[in-house]
């Protein structure tokens, strides 16, 4: 049997014990979860398996065979494939290119063989993203898009093991559903897969066993029939979890903070309008390429080509640059952060203070000692933990990189919030610390536009939910009355 075999693996990086003699086995041809907040050590579990990291202490056995990979294609090469966390492509590579990465085909050895280039790679493609055309540039892709990409390839490697590494963070539920009926296909073909998820119903839906890392140690293996939320939640994060019903949805609109009219870019928004009032959520739901994304990035400013007015607090925006609306009391918390909310390669005092010049300069001088205060206020306010503010952002866990980008708009005063995907990748633990300060933002008085792919988050925080389809609003339901099933008929047109 070639079950995979994981001995006291100890992992360390510099001081960081990622993980601490974790023993484990993974059965021939199960599907077998690996779950945990996030830093608890999964991707590393994974990236040992796939020949990224090479462990410190322990050993590895496949098939009652020690094993040691120096090297991705080593891995491969033992038909180990996986898909990363992070976006891992080359973006000015054509879709097709970076599907046959490595083994492009060649006429004569020579010339790249475009078109059977163009048909293996739309074959690869064809069960997960039809749609997509294999000539268009990955840059050009959306994060999910790209993330489609990934799988694709991965999975077209053919391996025996394949590794997936959180692969829905970025995806909408008809993307998932597509990517889950692949991996019940490849589990039936024999193949062994390792499935990384903070996500409860995805591990129950495709997992036959679901082992549970915390700070970089086993907490325990289950057998799907004996696993429950409140099991692994608590095996997660040693506590019970507040559950969405109990979030607060009392205390109606007051002051109108935010008014949209007539907003339209050609080709993607037609003709937008809504309000928000202060201490009201409004949720925007639609499925991937509705133009939610499209539309946060108008109202901030971001697309050149878009008209219409976008009032905030009493201020009509559209003449102004994104600094201007940003001064009006407007933030804007992007779907990719790790791209456009973070310089990951700076410090957290530097991310966090970036955008509030004009609070921590005296003259023209930064004011250390005041950036300092405000820094220790809101990353206690907002509970980030980082083991030094002048570390970099990169070192953090997502939950709390995303808390860092929240904490430097909260810093600046924002009135209206565009959140979106606020909790795409992040943890279960951190998803409900990120869910209570979104609470606490619009009880403090803020208008907040929350745009997300998880129905349950929608239906949990929204006082509204707008629906978006093809550019347009094509529904408002309350928040209380909705349901997953009537948002997502709305949502794809049926
Ligand atoms: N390449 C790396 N360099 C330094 N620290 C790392 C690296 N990869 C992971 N870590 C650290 O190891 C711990 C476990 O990380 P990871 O395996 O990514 O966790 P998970 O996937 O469960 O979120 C974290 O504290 C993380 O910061
Ligand atoms: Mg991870």
Not at 80 to 86: F, H, P, R, W
Not at 97 to 122: I, K, Y
Not at 385 to 395: C, I
Not at 422 to 442: C, F, M, N, Q, Y
Request: aromatic share 4%; proline share 3%.
């Amino acid at each position: 049997m070639a079950d995979i075999h994981f001995d006291t693996i100890t992992k360390r990086f510099g001081g960081t014990v990622a993980l601490d003699a974790v023993s484990l086995t993974i059965r021939e041809g199960e599907c077998h979860a690996l779950m945990g907040e996030n830093g608890a050590g999964k991707s590393t579990l994974g990236k040992i398996l796939a020949g990224i990291h090479r462990p410190d202490g322990g050993t590895l056995m496949i098939g009652g065979s020690r094993k040691i990979f120096h090297s991705v294609p080593e891995a491969r090469a033992a038909g180990i494939g996986m898909v990363y966390q992070e976006l891992a492509s080359c973006p000015d590579l054509s879709i097709a290119e970076n599907l046959l990465l490595g083994h492009t085909p060649c006429r004569w050895g020579l010339f790249v063989d475009r078109r059977t280039m163009a048909a293996e790679s739309r074959d690869l493609l064809h069960g997960i993203a039809p749609e997509l055309d294999v000539r268009r540039m990955m840059h050009s892709l959306s994060v999910a898009q790209r993330q489609l990409v990934q799988i694709a390839a991965a999975i077209g490697t053919r391996a025996g093991i394949l590794v997936f590494d959180e692969p829905t963070s970025s995806l909408a539920d008809a993307e998932s559903k597509r990517l889950f009926a692949i991996i019940a296909d490849l589990r039936k073909r024999g193949v062994t897969i390792v499935y990384v998820s903070h996500r409860l119903p995805e591990v129950f839906e495709l997992a036959d066993s679901i082992s549970v890392l915390r700070d970089g140690r086993l907490v325990g293996t289950l057998s799907r029939s004996e696993a429950t939320d409140d099991v692994l939640v608590r095996m997660m994060i040693g506590r019970p979890l507040l559950s969405e019903t109990e979030i607060r949805k009392e205390g109606g609109p007051s002051k109108i903070l935010l008014e949209v009219r007539g907003l339209s870019s050609p080709g993607l928004l037609t003709s937008l309008s809504l309000s928000a009032g202060a201490g009201e959520i409004v949720g925007i739901a639609g499925l991937v390429g509705a133009g939610r994304s499209e539309m946060a990035r108008a109202m901030f400013g971001l697309d050149a080509a878009s008209s219409g007015t976008v009032t905030i607090a009493g201020t009509e925006t559209s003449g102004l640059s994104v600094r201007g609306r940003m001064k009006a009391g407007l933030a804007f918390i992007p779907e990719d952060r790790k791209l456009q909310g973070l310089a990951l390669e700076l410090s957290c005092r530097r991310n966090f203070s970036l955008t509030i010049p004009e609070k921590i300069r005296r003259l023209c001088f930064l004011d250390h000692h005041r950036e300092t205060a405000l820094l220790t206020a809101f990353f206690r306010m907002l509970g980030i933990k980082t083991s030094s503010p002048d570390a970099p952002a990169s070192s953090l866990s997502g939950g709390n990189q995303q808390k860092i980008v929240l904490a430097k708009w909260l810093a600046r005063d924002a009135r209206v919030f565009i959140l979106d995907e606020p909790t795409r990748g992040i943890d279960v633990g951190a998803k409900s610390s990120i869910h209570t300060i979104i609470r606490e933002l619009a009880a403090n008085g803020a208008a907040i536009l929350l745009i997300s792919s998880e129905l349950p988050e929608l239906l949990g925080l929204s006082h509204r939910i707008i629906v978006m389809r093809q550019g347009e609003f094509v529904g408002e339901v309350d928040g209380t009355l909705a349901t997953q099933e009537s948002l997502l008929r709305m949502m794809s047109g049926l």
